[in-house]
């Protein structure tokens, strides 16, 4: 049996060494570098270099806020547009007060009339030949009695009651005047009255007799069947785009109007409705730019109101 060869109890890292042996193999790349690198190390090291970068990127960034602000004004105002006769009359709906001529001619009604068309609003939906004939009615209930004798008559009493009624009605009618007058009215019922200007302005039972509609639809494109009639419109025209675009921008204006106003940074929430209105403005806006194509009514409406490619056009972000 050959003798054992005694195996040491500790391998010594110096005595041995595990790398593995040279190979004749090509030595690893290393990529120098180029003139390029050194050029763009050395300017960054320059300060004049550093500067005249500085000043071209200040250069560049005003351009880019002068571009900016001109594509912004070509789009125009979001919110308001461009400021028009009929949007300005949402502000002063009240300015068309009622006047009275409050002269009687020898003791007769006659002389008291309504100085006012028509097409004035008044509050509480009256309408200025209503209230004219309210007035004259009431100027007749109130007439003082006459002695049906003419022997018991007294003429300056009758004369001192005639005056005391007469003063009693200057001050009804003026009182009344006031209470009717849109201009003293709380801003729920202005804007009632915005809302029925703007189905009179632009409701199709209006304005189909004046405005010429899109261009029809050629039948041959609905495979040569005659395209149904529409259902006659029953009243006056409230839920065409039309009046849905005017009655948001009388609403949007209100809003923008008070949140212009002295703490109205603060209103968050008529920050919200604003928003939420000015987006469904801009839906209505594109569905009736798509389907009238350039028409008459998109016409109208857009220089009525006001409205510009900001309006409906792209992001809009408040």
Same mark, same amino acid.
């Given at each position: ?25 090509? /030595?690893?790349?290393?990529?120098? #570098? ?9 300017? =960054?090291? +320059?300060?004049?270099? &550093?500067?005249?970068? #500085? ?36 502000? +002063? ?12 001619? %020898? ?14 609003? /008044?509050?509480?939906? &009256? ?37 005391? =009624? ?9 009182? /009344?005047?006031?209470?009717?007058? /849109? ?21 199709? =039972?209006?304005?189909?007799?004046? !405005? ?26 409230? %839920? ?22 002295? %703490? ?11 928003? &939420? !209105? ?6 209505? !806006? ?9 028409? +008459? ?9 006001? &409205? ?11």
């Amino acid at each position: 049996m050959p003798p054992r060869i005694p195996i040491p109890s500790r391998l010594s890292g110096s005595s041995l060494c595990f790398r593995p042996a040279p190979s004749n193999g090509p /030595l690893p790349f290393v990529q120098a #570098a180029n003139a390029s690198t050194f050029a763009q190390r050395k300017a =960054h090291k +320059d300060p004049y270099a &550093l500067a005249q970068s #500085a000043q071209r990127k200040a250069v560049n960034l005003a351009r880019q806020k002068v571009l900016q602000a001109e594509r912004k004004e070509a789009l125009g105002d979001p919110v308001r547009g461009v400021t028009t006769p009929f949007v300005e009359s949402f502000d +002063d709906v009240g300015g068309s007060t009622v006047i009275f001529e409050t002269e009687s001619k %020898g003791g007769s009604p006659q002389g008291i009339q309504i100085k006012a068309s028509n097409d004035v609003l /008044l509050n509480h939906f &009256l309408t200025p030949s209503e209230l004219q004939y309210s007035i004259k009615h009431s100027y007749e209930l109130a007439e003082p009695l006459r002695e049906k004798i003419e022997q018991q008559r007294d003429p300056a009493y009758e004369a001192a009651e005639n005056k005391k =009624h007469q003063e009693a009605h200057v001050r009804a009618t003026t009182a /009344l005047a006031r209470i009717v007058s /849109l201009a003293n009215a709380g801003q729920k019922d202005k804007t009632r009255a915005n809302v029925q200007r703007c189905i009179e302005t632009f409701g199709r =039972h209006n304005t189909d007799s004046t !405005l010429r509609s899109r261009a029809p639809i050629n039948p041959t494109f609905s495979g040569g069947k005659p395209l149904p009639k529409k259902t006659p419109r029953a009243g006056p025209d409230t %839920g065409s785009s039309e009046v849905q675009i005017a009655i948001l921008t009388a609403k949007i204006r209100v809003l923008a109007n008070q949140l212009e106003q002295k %703490g109205g940074n603060k209103d968050k929430v008529n920050k919200r409705n604003l928003r &939420l !209105l000015v987006h469904k403005r801009q839906k209505h !806006l594109n569905y009736l730019k798509r389907k009238e194509r350039g028409s +008459d009514r998109w016409q109208n409406l857009v220089s009525t109101l006001g &409205l510009t490619e900001g309006t409906y056009r792209g992001e809009i972000s408040l």
